[in-house]
């Protein structure tokens, strides 16, 4: 299943890992791991280094792997949710009209 992980990193945390220059070369090596399909970093609304990662999950026993090296690496926050592509949305449009026959006012 598609996923979208978000991460956001303490900037006490980020700060510390640029200046000992860890922060690059861990991101690169959670995401190695990962195998991301997509992964974009900014920085979010509250000024912590973030990321979006779009991933593969082949089963929920995988979470701990994902969100781990992210919590003990930085004290990330993290969140994970299923996604889909626009081939994906164009296939569930069925059990949505479904769904709207059904249950719509």
Do not use: C
């Not at 690169?28 to 999950?57: C, N, Q, T, W």
């Not at 990330?76 to 569930?92: I, N, Y």
Request: net charge positive.
């Amino acid at each position: 299943m598609r996923m979208l992980l978000r991460v956001s990193i303490p900037v006490e945390t980020g700060n510390a890992a640029a200046k000992d220059g860890t922060l690059g070369p861990t991101i690169e090596g959670i995401l190695a791991d990962l195998k991301p399909e997509a992964a974009y970093f900014f920085a979010d609304d509250s000024g912590r280094r973030s990321g979006s990662i779009v991933f593969d999950m082949k089963d929920s026993s995988q979470i701990p792997a994902v969100a781990e090296p992210w919590f003990l690496a930085f004290n990330a926050q993290v969140s994970l949710r299923p996604v889909m592509s626009p081939q994906d949305l164009a296939k569930a449009g069925p059990s949505i009209g479904k769904a709207a026959k059904k249950h719509g006012k």
